[in-house]
Structures are given as structure tokens and as C-alpha cells.
């Protein structure tokens, strides 16, 4: 364990070391997004009302074409007023395990399916969100069709391409963003 720098520092180590959750009740439940609200008392004896989204996890396909064209799908985000590009992804159904989840949301989401997947990282939305996203890497070899209710457009880009896309600010998505700089980095398209 990293040694404590300060008097503060220990006090705050020490007081998240136990927390008890006094309440926890559930604030929203509908469309696949559940979002709670728990009442945390912590080990100095203060308590905290903490809201949070709750997930049985997602999972995100960074889909790559023989090519070397990465997969990526057009949607309208109603939150963000406007149409974003981001990679095939989901939530991890009951009963399925994250490579499961993400042969399905591959093919829902993009028509393609591939034989093979690749753990290459995982990564959580932020910390009023339970949910960690499982990041797979795929080649992609059939293609069927899409589902049109979710997807507005399927797309095809090169990396290079799409690594300026998002160092401009046009390509903004979270799981696209880290998908694409986990693919560069680990050099997944020279093998």
C-alpha cells in the first residue's frame, strides 16, 4: 500500500475505510437504466446521500474490417441534441457473460459478426455511475443487417483517420475514444 503523505491524508484514508449503507432504494427503474440513491455512514461517523446509475454491466466492440476499417455506427443522442458516432455496445443481458454481450450488440448494432474476440481493457463512465465498461477488439467477417430502430448508419474509417476525428472534437464518445487509443497503442492492426 502507497504510504500516507499527511496528517490529512490519514484521516481521509481512515475514513472510507468502513462505509455502511444505512438506506438504499431505488430512485428509477425503466429502460434498462436503474439509478439509486444510498445513505452512507462512514467510519467517522458522518453520512452521505449518494445517487448513482447501477448496471449489470456494458460492454463496447472496437470492430475492425479485414482492411483495417474500423465499424462504427451513427445514432441520434437525445441527451446531447444531435447525432454522435460511437462503436456497437450494451448492456450485458442476465444470463450472458461480456463476450457474449458483445458478439450480440456487434451484430445487432452493425450486422457483422465475427469468430473471435479480444479483452483489450475496461473503463468506468464516471463516478456517479456503477457501470464498467468491458472493452473487446473483434475482425469482423459476415456481414446480415442492422437493427434500423437503434442505428441510424453503419460507417467505415480508418484509424489514423479516426484518431484526428476525435483529437478535433468530432468523434466524442467515451468508449469509441479509449477503444480506438487501446487499439493504437497496443498495436492490434500490425498483427
Request: with cysteine; glycine share 8%; proline share 2%.
Amino acid at each position: 500500500m502507497e504510504q500516507i503523505e499527511s496528517r490529512e491524508d490519514e484521516i481521509l484514508v481512515n475514513k472510507f475505510k468502513k462505509v455502511k449503507v444505512l438506506l438504499s432504494k431505488t430512485v428509477y427503474d425503466k429502460h434498462g437504466t436503474k439509478i439509486m440513491e444510498d445513505t452512507l455512514e462512514f467510519a467517522d461517523g458522518t453520512t452521505y446521500e449518494y445517487t448513482y446509475f447501477k448496471s449489470g454491466g456494458t460492454v463496447a466492440v472496437a470492430a475492425f474490417t479485414d482492411d483495417n476499417k474500423m465499424i462504427l455506427t451513427k445514432q441520434y443522442r437525445y441527451p446531447l441534441q444531435k447525432v454522435v458516432y460511437d462503436i456497437p455496445g450494451g448492456a450485458i443481458e442476465v444470463g450472458e457473460t461480456p463476450s457474449q454481450a458483445a458478439v450480440r450488440e456487434l451484430e445487432e448494432e452493425t450486422g457483422y459478426t465475427t469468430e473471435k474476440l479480444e479483452f483489450i481493457g475496461k473503463f468506468s463512465r464516471g463516478p456517479s455511475s456503477q457501470v464498467v465498461v468491458d472493452l473487446f477488439f473483434a475482425r469482423v467477417r459476415r456481414k446480415g443487417s442492422f437493427n434500423k430502430n437503434e442505428i441510424m448508419q453503419v460507417e467505415m474509417i480508418d484509424l489514423d483517420s479516426l484518431l484526428q476525428r476525435i483529437s478535433g472534437g468530432e468523434c466524442f464518445d467515451g468508449a469509441l475514444t479509449i477503444a480506438a487509443l487501446l487499439v493504437s497503442w497496443k498495436k492490434l492492426l500490425d498483427r
